[in-house]
């Protein structure tokens, strides 16, 4: 993080990327896939959201764990910019998903089991803000959300990958084989999606790093 | 008659082909004008990325200033 926070040539991958991302997936050919027609294309936009969230809670809990190991406010700084955007990111995917949902699912919530698994996912996130507001002193507020966000991101992970793979969802990739089964071969998608997912997360940290210096300064101010 | 509503109807069909054919620079009305929905997402997003950039230069600036103080 102090490293994206010092340097600017990501910054200008992000935007390439992205730009890239659109051109190349609104344009490319896909797959002509039976109901999910032109919408497979969302592919590149709705997926990085959580992969994106992920990347940031990850970050998170690393700058929590930092945090208990040496006591500095920065870390939870860090760590508690990372996950607002984090949540950011995981309400688009709700959103964009919903919708996408509506339109080849039949409905925008079918009580899939990952759609489930992720909404709670999200309300433990939710009450990470909630446990942060709540305490005023600064040490403690500090340390007990960040063990908090240890529990948070060990309970998402099961949530996400691991629950819903074991019965049948909707989502391609659950029940019981893991990967992109429909449209695993398409190297076209290929091509945007994982480019996507890399534009997506570092744009989100972009904002993140933004968030963490403004916070940071605040601080300095209070000095 | 029946030749003069033929005539009339092959007028009316060779009017109506000129006419479809007016629209030109026909590249950003192809494929169903998808060209025009890929321009308009590109500048909203760089639209973001221009406000983005001038935030983190705020920033910067006033990082600038409380480290000169």
């Known amino acids: 993080m102090k490293y994206l926070i010092r340097t600017k040539w990501w910054k200008w991958l992000t935007m390439a990327i992205l730009v890239y991302v659109v051109i190349g997936g609104f344009l490319f050919q896909v797959p002509r896939l039976p109901i999910l027609n032109e919408t497979i294309r969302v592919l590149h936009f709705h997926v990085p959201m959580w992969f994106g969230m992920l990347f940031l809670f990850l970050a998170s809990v690393i700058h929590a764990i930092k945090y208990l190991s040496t006591g500095k406010v920065q870390n939870d700084i860090m760590s508690s910019q990372l996950a607002v955007v984090g949540v950011v990111f995981g309400i688009l995917g709700m959103i964009t998903?919903?919708?996408?949902?509506?339109?080849?699912?039949?409905?925008?919530?079918?009580?899939?089991?990952?759609?489930?698994?992720?909404?709670?996912?999200?309300?433990?996130?939710?009450?990470?803000?909630?446990?942060?507001?709540?305490?005023?002193?600064?040490?403690?507020?500090?340390?007990?959300s960040a063990v908090y966000n240890v529990f948070a991101f060990a309970a998402l992970i099961p949530l996400l990958f691991i629950l819903p793979r074991m019965t049948d969802s909707l989502h391609p990739g659950n029940g019981g084989n893991p990967g992109f089964n429909a449209y695993d071969l398409d190297s076209n998608l290929r091509k945007v999606f994982y480019t996507a997912v890399l534009g997506w997360t570092l744009l989100g940290f972009w904002i993140a790093t933004i968030k963490i210096r403004y916070k940071l300064l605040l601080e300095k101010m209070d000095d | 008659m029946d030749m003069l509503a033929n005539l009339l109807i092959s007028l009316t069909v060779f009017l109506n082909n000129i006419l479809l054919q007016i629209p030109m620079a026909d590249t950003f009305r192809s494929d169903g004008k998808i060209y025009v929905v890929v321009g308009i997402v590109l500048i909203l997003l760089i639209g973001f990325f221009v406000y983005l950039w001038r935030v983190d230069k705020k920033i910067d600036k006033l990082e600038e200033e409380l480290k000169n103080k």
């Open chain 1, 97 to 144: 998903g919903m919708f996408w949902a509506t339109f080849t699912w039949g409905e925008p919530w079918s009580s899939d089991p990952k759609q489930n698994a992720s909404a709670i996912g999200l309300l433990i996130y939710f009450a990470y803000f909630i446990l942060r507001g709540s305490i005023q002193d600064e040490q403690q507020r500090a340390k007990i």
